[in-house]
């Protein structure tokens, strides 16, 4: 099956792939530098299409636009992460404590940059909305719903996440692809236990958003490291990134 | 900072088309929280981004929802467009196009589609909509860019794209082999792309 996977990239340009095809594919992409070209291009090309379909907008769907923009804050620039030098080396045992040093110095940066541990408005959806609010919406829409974004070499990774909920939407984009035998694993900086890890926190290369289920009430902060196939107890490497979730 | 730019007819050369930077300057802008021109952005692309949520979901109501959430995901994430990976319009559109075929998937999950919509939705007519667009000298381009095409391949192209079928239920509509929709869908853009030379290979 891998052999013709390339042949999915127009198909995956254009939104017509299954959700299991779909995180396949990109799964593939996260390795396939041709691919990604290739959807690109082919992205430009299917963008031609609506010029043949234009059709003028009524005049309040414009004014509820802007009107509705000026409520929500633009998210940030993906910034370099400040000075984690990720040393790939692992040590198992001092997995605990070393967090928290840099989650101050994470801490900090957010404080300066503004960056992360804002509470996000609401999306004010008209009363007539859409059919499903998906549980990822459900975190995003929540008051005290907060977003961190951490550059992860060269990708990215998300949080939001709400305290009232206990839930928190992750999502990367570009990740560098892992060794066999590795994932990426999420925790959760517990503010008595330490760093835990979350449920069904494994994550591959492939760009993903997940919902996941947590103490989120109780933790300070967040962390992604790369641990071995089938995660562990307690991290085993140094984190590739960080995030606050002290109320900023 | 109110004026209306204008619109940037689709890339025509691998740099994009006159007007793309300027739209690419307007998303900049916005990741700054630029509203005015987010609204410029919005007046140079919002015919091209409706007309199609309405091709897509057909209902007017829901493609102004859809519009609705389109642009305040581009307000929300303008910092995250990468001008190296393509045009600022494509970005647009990918966005509106993804989130038009959201809605009608999960109103479909709702009210399971069945094969009647073989008949209802079988060759993309051009609505009144389309209709209005065919003066625009960039549609007519497009619409012969097409014609290069062959007929399945444009078929399917449309269904997916406009229709927002996946490609093994198109595969289905247009009696071809399982797992060769994907490829004509391919090969369509690839076709499309060369002819009008947009997105360098």
């Known amino acids: ?248 | 900072m109110d004026q209306i730019r204008p619109v940037s007819p689709g890339a025509s050369s691998s740099e994009g088309a006159p007007g793309a930077p300027a739209l690419g300057e307007l998303l900049r802008l916005s990741s700054r929280g630029d509203q005015g021109a987010f609204a410029a952005l919005y007046d140079a692309t919002s015919r091209r981004a409706y007309g199609l949520a309405l091709r897509v979901v057909r209902d007017p109501a829901q493609a102004e929802e859809v519009t609705q959430e389109a642009y305040l995901d581009i307000w929300r994430t303008a910092s995250r467009f990468d001008p190296d990976r393509g045009s600022a319009l494509s970005w647009v559109l990918t966005i509106v196009h993804r989130k038009a075929v959201d809605r009608v998937r999960s109103a479909e999950a709702a009210s399971r589609r069945d094969v009647t919509y073989h008949q209802e939705n079988q060759p993309v007519e051009h609505d009144s909509t389309a209709e209005a667009a065919e003066a625009s000298l960039e549609a007519r381009r497009v619409r012969g860019a097409l014609q290069n095409l062959t007929e399945v391949q444009r078929e399917a192209l449309e269904l997916a794209y406009f229709g927002g079928y996946s490609h093994t239920e198109v595969a289905t509509m247009l009696d071809l082999p399982l797992g060769t929709a994907k490829t004509r869908i391919r090969d369509g853009l690839i076709r499309l792309r060369d002819a009008m030379g947009v997105g360098a290979a």
């Open chain 1, 1 to 248: 099956m891998t052999s013709d996977i390339h042949a999915l990239s127009g198909a995956y340009a254009i939104d017509a792939l299954d959700d299991i095809e779909r995180a396949r594919f990109e799964r593939h992409l996260a390795e396939c530098g041709e691919c990604r070209a290739e959807v690109d291009s082919l992205r430009e090309a299917a963008a031609l299409l609506p010029e043949t379909t234009t059709a003028e907008p009524p005049a309040a769907l414009r004014d509820r636009i802007l009107a509705e923009v000026a409520t929500v804050r633009p998210l940030p620039p993906i910034v370099p992460a400040a000075d984690t030098e990720p040393s790939a080396e692992s040590g198992g045992s001092r997995g605990r404590r070393r967090w928290l040093a840099p989650l101050v110095a994470a801490a900090a940066v957010v404080a300066v940059l503004g960056a992360g541990g804002v509470a996000w408005h609401p999306w004010t959806d008209e009363s007539g909305q859409g059919p499903v609010t998906s549980a990822a919406d459900r975190v995003r829409n929540a008051p005290d719903a907060v977003t961190v974004t951490r550059k992860v070499d060269g990708g990215e990774a998300t949080i939001i996440a709400s305290k009232s909920l206990n839930q928190l939407v992750v999502s990367t984009e570009g990740l560098p692809p892992l060794p066999t035998g590795k994932v990426y694993e999420m925790w959760l900086n517990d503010a008595d236990k330490g760093m835990v890890p979350v449920p069904g926190g494994l994550m591959t290369a492939a760009d993903s958003t997940v919902v996941l289920d947590g103490n989120v009430s109780h933790a300070t902060g967040a962390g992604i490291t790369v641990e071995p196939a089938g995660g562990s107890k307690v991290p085993t490497s140094d984190p590739v990134a960080l995030f606050n979730l002290e109320n900023a």
